[in-house]
């Protein structure tokens, strides 16, 4: 089963950048139950392209923020 096609369409003097989002949970427990297609897809554009890959990844907590605190004080 294929993750992905990809599709390369080269351009000489040109770079490609894929930015893979991905939600981090707060807990070490919780992030063995996340599913692992960030890893999956970023590992094999960087096996069967050239492209400059970057996982970004968002952590999630129930904890307010900071700003959340400053606006329940006021």
């Known amino acids: ?7 390369v369409v080269r351009v000489p003097g040109s770079h490609v950048f894929v930015l893979i989002a991905e939600v981090e949970p707060e807990h070490a427990w919780q992030r063995m139950l996340q599913n692992q ?3 999956v897809l970023a590992r094999a554009l960087r096996r069967r392209t050239d492209a400059v890959v970057c996982r970004m990844r968002f952590r999630v907590s129930d904890r307010p923020t900071p700003v959340e605190r400053t606006a329940a004080a006021g």
């Not at 089963?1 to 599709?7: D, E, L």
């Open 37 to 39: 297609r960030g890893a």
């Open 1 to 7: 089963m294929a993750v992905a096609v990809i599709v």
